[in-house]
T-cell receptor, first 114, second 109 residues
Framework: SAVISQKPSRDICQRGTSLTIQCQVD?????MFWYRQQPGQSLTLIAT?????????ESGFVIDKFPISRPNLTFSTLTVSNMSPEDSSIYLC???????????FGQGTRLTVV | GENVEQHPSTLSVQEGDSAVIKCTYS??????FPWYKQELGKRPQLIID?????GEKKDQRIAVTLNKTAKHFSLHITETQPEDSAVYFC????????FGKGTMLLVSP
């Protein structure tokens, strides 16, 4: 299966600032996604990153807070804007392989907002 | 949208016993049902999946069953080993996945 490289792996940020997380896949994939996982909790889908168009956001998530880019079939970024301590979480990039047979994950970004 | 319920939230077994985790889903349009294993501090790893045209799938000690009529699917792990200890997530969907809340499996030697 394809490999996802996600960076940074962790960061500590000041409230009010923004952080951009990058996700690079080593092969072309059909769909890319961004999830949030609070410690000890399940994965919550933030949005589907659409190539060349605006991301599709899930209920409770908005573009102004979580702008997403996907300029090509192998790369996407998620920005967490105007951060507050409530944004402290693990953010995970995910992708569906070209056969749409497997959804796999990046290693995650552990974000702490102070 | 899809709603996935997963039980139990924690499961403790002795090494060599079997473990069963069950999930139900709400959206009859869902056709893809993967299971992920997540060890502490690591990314979720796909361990097995099943699609709606198959009722059962097995891979060595791991098997998944699907009942589309009842909208439930289960993960079965036989001959459990301590290294099976982790959090297991079920998921359901077709283009996007909705995850269950997870089951923490502890296998004691």
């Amino acid at each position: 299966s394809a490999v996802i490289s996600q960076k940074p792996s962790r960061d500590i940020c000041q409230r009010g600032t923004s952080l951009t997380i990058q996700c690079q896949v080593d092969s072309q994939v059909t769909m890319m996604f961004w999830y949030r996982q609070q410690p000890g909790q399940s994965l919550t889908l933030i949005a589907t990153a659409n190539q060349g168009s605006e991301a599709t956001y899930e209920s409770g998530f908005v573009i102004d807070k979580f702008p997403i880019s996907r300029p090509n079939l192998t790369f996407s970024t998620l920005t967490v804007s105007n951060m507050s301590p409530e944004d402290s979480s693990i953010y995970l990039c995910s992708a569906l392989d070209r056969m749409n047979t497997e959804a796999f994950f990046g290693q995650g970004t552990r974000l702490t907002v102070v | 949208g899809e709603n996935v319920e997963q039980h139990p939230s924690t499961l403790s077994v002795q090494e060599g016993d079997s473990a069963v985790i069950k999930c139900t889903y709400s959206d009859s349009a869902s056709n893809y049902f993967p299971w992920y294993k997540q060890e502490l501090g690591k990314r979720p790893q796909l361990i097995i999946d099943i699609r709606s045209n198959v009722g059962e799938k097995k891979d060595q000690r791991i098997a998944v069953t699907l009942n589309k009529t009842a909208k439930h699917f289960s993960l079965h792990i036989t001959e459990t080993q301590p290294e099976d200890s982790a959090v297991y997530f079920c998921a359901a969907g077709y283009s996007t996945l909705t995850f269950g809340k997870g089951t923490m499996l502890l296998v004691s030697p």
